[in-house]
Protein backbone atom coordinates (compact mmCIF):
# COMPACT_ATOMS: atom_id res chain seq x y z
CA UNK A 1 0.00 0.00 0.00
CA UNK A 2 1.03 3.39 -0.28
CA UNK A 3 2.49 5.70 2.40
CA UNK A 4 1.97 8.78 3.70
CA UNK A 5 3.00 11.61 1.40
CA UNK A 6 4.48 14.51 2.65
CA UNK A 7 5.55 17.95 0.46
CA UNK A 8 7.90 19.46 0.13
CA UNK A 9 10.50 17.58 0.86
CA UNK A 10 12.76 20.73 1.85
CA UNK A 11 11.88 24.10 2.23
CA UNK A 12 13.76 27.42 3.36
CA UNK A 13 12.67 30.48 4.28
CA UNK A 14 12.81 33.75 5.64
CA UNK A 15 12.14 34.36 9.21
CA UNK A 16 8.41 36.34 9.07
CA UNK A 17 7.79 34.43 5.66
CA UNK A 18 4.88 32.06 5.59
CA UNK A 19 5.38 28.16 4.46
CA UNK A 20 2.53 25.57 3.81
CA UNK A 21 3.20 21.72 4.05
CA UNK A 22 1.11 19.37 3.10
CA UNK A 23 0.15 15.36 4.16
CA UNK A 24 -1.73 12.38 2.41
CA UNK A 25 -2.45 9.99 4.53
CA UNK A 26 -2.84 6.20 3.81
CA UNK A 27 -6.09 5.71 2.42
CA UNK A 28 -8.61 4.64 5.03
CA UNK A 29 -6.93 6.24 7.65
CA UNK A 30 -8.88 8.19 9.89
CA UNK A 31 -6.53 9.58 12.37
CA UNK A 32 -3.69 12.12 11.48
CA UNK A 33 -1.00 13.83 13.18
CA UNK A 34 1.26 16.72 13.02
CA UNK A 35 4.35 16.17 14.50
CA UNK A 36 7.20 18.67 15.32
CA UNK A 37 11.18 17.21 15.71
CA UNK A 38 13.56 19.54 16.04
CA UNK A 39 17.50 18.23 15.32
CA UNK A 40 18.30 15.86 18.15
CA UNK A 41 14.79 15.60 19.95
CA UNK A 42 12.07 13.18 19.60
CA UNK A 43 8.71 14.17 17.69
CA UNK A 44 6.51 16.70 19.93
CA UNK A 45 2.43 16.65 18.90
CA UNK A 46 1.21 19.63 17.22
CA UNK A 47 -2.09 18.69 16.52
CA UNK A 48 -3.96 15.46 15.70
CA UNK A 49 -7.25 15.19 13.64
CA UNK A 50 -9.84 12.22 13.47
CA UNK A 51 -11.85 12.99 10.20
CA UNK A 52 -12.23 16.06 9.91
CA UNK A 53 -12.19 17.21 13.42
CA UNK A 54 -9.36 18.45 15.61
CA UNK A 55 -8.72 16.16 19.13
CA UNK A 56 -5.74 17.50 20.28
CA UNK A 57 -4.31 20.86 19.37
CA UNK A 58 -3.30 21.88 23.03
CA UNK A 59 0.81 22.27 21.94
CA UNK A 60 -0.12 23.99 18.61
CA UNK A 61 1.41 28.05 18.55
CA UNK A 62 -1.95 29.30 17.65
CA UNK A 63 -0.70 32.61 16.93
CA UNK A 64 1.63 31.31 14.21
CA UNK A 65 0.93 27.76 13.38
CA UNK A 66 -2.76 26.58 11.64
CA UNK A 67 -3.78 23.16 10.40
CA UNK A 68 -6.64 22.09 8.62
CA UNK A 69 -8.09 19.10 7.10
CA UNK A 70 -11.31 20.10 5.35
CA UNK A 71 -12.39 16.89 3.83
CA UNK A 72 -11.42 14.58 6.32
CA UNK A 73 -8.48 12.89 3.84
CA UNK A 74 -5.62 15.60 3.16
CA UNK A 75 -4.38 18.01 5.14
CA UNK A 76 -2.06 20.97 5.44
CA UNK A 77 0.21 23.16 8.00
CA UNK A 78 0.75 26.58 7.97
CA UNK A 79 3.32 29.13 9.89
CA UNK A 80 2.72 32.89 9.42
CA UNK A 81 4.89 34.38 9.92
CA UNK A 82 7.84 31.73 10.40
CA UNK A 83 10.71 32.30 13.43
CA UNK A 84 14.06 30.89 13.50
CA UNK A 85 13.26 28.48 16.03
CA UNK A 86 10.43 27.34 13.92
CA UNK A 87 13.45 25.09 11.90
CA UNK A 88 12.57 21.14 12.26
CA UNK A 89 11.53 18.63 10.28
CA UNK A 90 7.33 18.26 10.54
CA UNK A 91 6.45 14.62 10.67
CA UNK A 92 3.13 13.68 9.36
CA UNK A 93 1.43 10.41 10.26
CA UNK A 94 -1.87 8.84 10.31
CA UNK A 95 -3.49 5.88 11.82
CA UNK A 96 -6.83 3.64 11.90
CA UNK A 97 -9.57 5.03 13.36
CA UNK A 98 -8.10 5.05 17.15
CA UNK A 99 -10.54 3.26 19.47
CA UNK A 100 -10.48 3.55 22.70
CA UNK A 101 -8.48 0.18 23.98
CA UNK A 102 -7.60 -1.07 20.48
CA UNK A 103 -4.25 0.81 19.34
CA UNK A 104 -3.38 0.69 15.67
CA UNK A 105 0.04 1.40 14.19
CA UNK A 106 0.60 5.07 13.56
CA UNK A 107 2.89 5.31 9.88
CA UNK A 108 5.17 8.41 9.45
CA UNK A 109 5.61 10.07 6.06
CA UNK A 110 9.13 11.05 5.05
CA UNK A 111 8.49 14.74 6.70
CA UNK A 112 9.50 18.28 5.12
CA UNK A 113 12.52 19.69 6.43
CA UNK A 114 12.37 23.35 6.81
CA UNK A 115 15.02 25.94 7.17
CA UNK A 116 13.95 29.42 8.18
CA UNK A 117 16.96 32.22 7.81
CA UNK B 1 0.38 15.93 30.35
CA UNK B 2 2.51 12.88 29.76
CA UNK B 3 6.34 12.88 30.17
CA UNK B 4 8.54 10.08 28.38
CA UNK B 5 12.35 10.45 29.81
CA UNK B 6 14.77 8.29 28.04
CA UNK B 7 18.31 6.87 28.95
CA UNK B 8 20.88 6.66 27.42
CA UNK B 9 21.12 9.37 24.68
CA UNK B 10 23.92 7.60 22.83
CA UNK B 11 24.76 3.90 22.94
CA UNK B 12 28.09 2.32 21.25
CA UNK B 13 28.48 -1.43 21.28
CA UNK B 14 30.17 -4.05 19.79
CA UNK B 15 28.85 -6.67 17.15
CA UNK B 16 27.00 -9.53 18.64
CA UNK B 17 26.76 -7.55 22.05
CA UNK B 18 23.30 -6.80 23.36
CA UNK B 19 21.69 -3.14 23.56
CA UNK B 20 19.33 -1.92 26.39
CA UNK B 21 17.71 1.46 26.32
CA UNK B 22 15.36 2.83 28.78
CA UNK B 23 12.57 5.10 29.11
CA UNK B 24 10.42 6.08 32.24
CA UNK B 25 6.88 7.63 31.59
CA UNK B 26 4.36 9.80 33.82
CA UNK B 27 1.15 9.61 33.24
CA UNK B 28 -0.24 6.04 35.14
CA UNK B 29 -2.85 5.99 32.38
CA UNK B 30 -0.58 5.36 29.32
CA UNK B 31 -0.95 1.98 28.43
CA UNK B 32 0.55 1.52 24.75
CA UNK B 33 4.24 1.79 24.50
CA UNK B 34 5.54 1.65 21.01
CA UNK B 35 9.49 1.83 20.00
CA UNK B 36 10.15 3.29 16.54
CA UNK B 37 13.53 3.37 14.52
CA UNK B 38 14.59 6.28 12.71
CA UNK B 39 17.45 5.94 10.27
CA UNK B 40 19.43 9.27 9.19
CA UNK B 41 17.37 11.18 6.93
CA UNK B 42 14.09 8.66 6.82
CA UNK B 43 10.76 8.53 8.71
CA UNK B 44 10.26 6.93 12.00
CA UNK B 45 8.92 3.04 11.72
CA UNK B 46 7.47 0.71 13.98
CA UNK B 47 10.00 -2.40 15.50
CA UNK B 48 7.96 -3.10 18.51
CA UNK B 49 5.11 -2.07 21.00
CA UNK B 50 3.29 -3.56 24.01
CA UNK B 51 0.23 -2.96 26.05
CA UNK B 52 0.18 -2.74 29.61
CA UNK B 53 -1.48 -6.11 29.95
CA UNK B 54 1.50 -7.61 29.50
CA UNK B 55 5.19 -7.43 30.83
CA UNK B 56 7.13 -8.41 27.75
CA UNK B 57 7.23 -9.15 24.22
CA UNK B 58 9.77 -10.35 21.90
CA UNK B 59 10.08 -10.44 18.29
CA UNK B 60 13.27 -12.25 17.37
CA UNK B 61 16.12 -10.55 18.69
CA UNK B 62 14.34 -7.23 20.23
CA UNK B 63 12.40 -7.31 23.22
CA UNK B 64 10.40 -5.06 25.33
CA UNK B 65 10.16 -4.95 28.69
CA UNK B 66 7.12 -3.08 30.66
CA UNK B 67 7.18 -2.39 34.67
CA UNK B 68 3.60 -0.50 35.18
CA UNK B 69 4.37 -0.25 38.58
CA UNK B 70 7.60 1.81 38.40
CA UNK B 71 6.38 3.45 34.92
CA UNK B 72 9.42 2.09 32.83
CA UNK B 73 10.03 0.03 30.08
CA UNK B 74 12.85 -0.89 28.08
CA UNK B 75 13.93 -2.06 24.97
CA UNK B 76 16.57 -5.11 24.96
CA UNK B 77 18.23 -5.29 20.95
CA UNK B 78 20.74 -9.17 21.34
CA UNK B 79 23.20 -10.21 18.88
CA UNK B 80 23.31 -6.82 17.18
CA UNK B 81 24.57 -6.10 13.72
CA UNK B 82 25.94 -2.67 12.26
CA UNK B 83 22.15 -2.27 10.27
CA UNK B 84 20.66 -1.80 13.95
CA UNK B 85 22.82 1.48 13.62
CA UNK B 86 19.86 4.03 14.08
CA UNK B 87 18.23 6.60 16.63
CA UNK B 88 15.42 4.39 19.12
CA UNK B 89 12.72 6.41 19.93
CA UNK B 90 9.89 4.87 23.05
CA UNK B 91 6.51 6.54 22.99
CA UNK B 92 3.57 6.25 25.05
CA UNK B 93 -0.21 6.69 24.80
CA UNK B 94 -3.00 6.50 26.81
CA UNK B 95 -7.08 6.47 26.00
CA UNK B 96 -8.92 9.99 25.80
CA UNK B 97 -12.45 10.93 25.77
CA UNK B 98 -12.42 10.90 21.63
CA UNK B 99 -10.22 7.80 21.66
CA UNK B 100 -6.41 7.18 21.90
CA UNK B 101 -4.29 10.05 22.50
CA UNK B 102 -1.61 10.60 20.04
CA UNK B 103 2.18 9.36 21.23
CA UNK B 104 4.31 10.98 23.56
CA UNK B 105 7.57 10.35 22.35
CA UNK B 106 11.46 10.48 24.64
CA UNK B 107 14.23 12.57 23.42
CA UNK B 108 15.77 9.34 21.37
CA UNK B 109 19.07 7.49 21.53
CA UNK B 110 21.43 6.71 19.23
CA UNK B 111 22.73 3.21 18.98
CA UNK B 112 25.93 3.06 16.90
CA UNK B 113 26.89 -0.58 16.54
CA UNK B 114 30.57 -0.60 15.65
CA UNK B 115 31.88 -3.54 12.91
Known amino acids: EAGVAQSPRYKIIEKRQSVAFWCNPISGHATLYWYQQILGQGPKLLIQ????????DSQLPKDRFSAERLKGVDSTLKIQPAKLEDSAVYLC???????????????FGQGTRLTVV | GENVEQHPSTLSVQEGDSAVIKCTYSDSASNYFPWYKQELGKRPQLIIDIRSNVGEKKDQRIAVTLNKTAKHFSLHITETQPEDSAVYFC??????????????FGSGTRLQVQP
Open chain 1, 49 to 56: FQNNGVVD
Open chain 2, 91 to 104: AASRKGDTGRRALT
Open chain 1, 93 to 107: ASSLKQTGTVNTEAF
